[in-house]
């Protein structure tokens, strides 16, 4: 199950990085200020919802990958180191998503 939460989590990022790139070389050609970009992503309900997504794929996926990392490189499996991964999951999109909420939110 965590192979294919691997796989759904990369597969989604992916097209979650394309998107972000493109959008943020678009808001430098179109030479937005960082006021313009913040009032943007304020007044839309599509930017939270989109960099939440992000934020919870990326959390997934890296938990998950330092998980099978530790247990390759230090042999730490078993209850523990899921703990560890659940843990490492839950900081990371807690930290992302108050990110998300302090761009997003008016």
């Not at 199950?1 to 998107?19: D, E, F, I, K």
């Amino acid at each position: 199950m965590l192979w294919a939460a691997q796989r759904l989590t990369a597969a989604l990022l992916a097209v979650l990085v394309a998107v972000h790139l493109v959008t943020i070389i678009y808001a430098v050609r179109g030479g937005l200020s960082a006021a313009e970009i913040l009032a943007r992503t304020r007044s839309s309900v599509a930017w939270p919802a989109f960099y939440g997504l992000f934020v919870l794929a990326a959390a997934i996926h890296g938990a998950i990958g330092l998980r099978t990392v530790a247990g390759e490189w230090l042999g730490w499996r078993g209850r523990s180191a899921d703990a560890a991964a659940l843990a490492v999951a839950l900081a990371l999109a807690a930290v992302g998503l108050r990110a998300v909420a302090a761009v997003t939110l008016p």
